[in-house]
């Protein structure tokens, strides 16, 4: 999980339960997204009205996953 630097307090928590590796950028982005089994989705949950797209298509999914990996490089324990 990539989370902005400012969220490192309430990631501890997260890290101490196991099976999840974080890392930070200084970032402040309120949106999120996440690819998996051929599946991404994009999801903002910052409003009353929270909205989410879930795509089942494997260039997509390609494509979060390099995106994901080339920010996960550039990321800090």
């Not at 690819?35 to 989410?52: D, V, W």
């Not at 260039?59 to 979060?64: A, E, G, I």
Request: glycine letters at 6%.
């Amino acid at each position: 999980m990539i989370l902005p630097a400012s969220g490192k307090h309430a990631a501890r928590a997260r890290e101490k339960i196991g099976q999840i590796e974080i890392r930070y950028l200084p970032h402040k982005n309120q949106a999120e997204f996440a690819a998996f089994e051929g599946f991404c989705a994009i999801l903002y949950m910052g409003t009353k009205n929270p909205r989410g797209f879930l795509i089942k298509d494997e260039l997509f999914t390609q494509l979060f996953s390099n995106v994901f990996d080339m920010l996960w490089a550039q990321a800090k324990k």
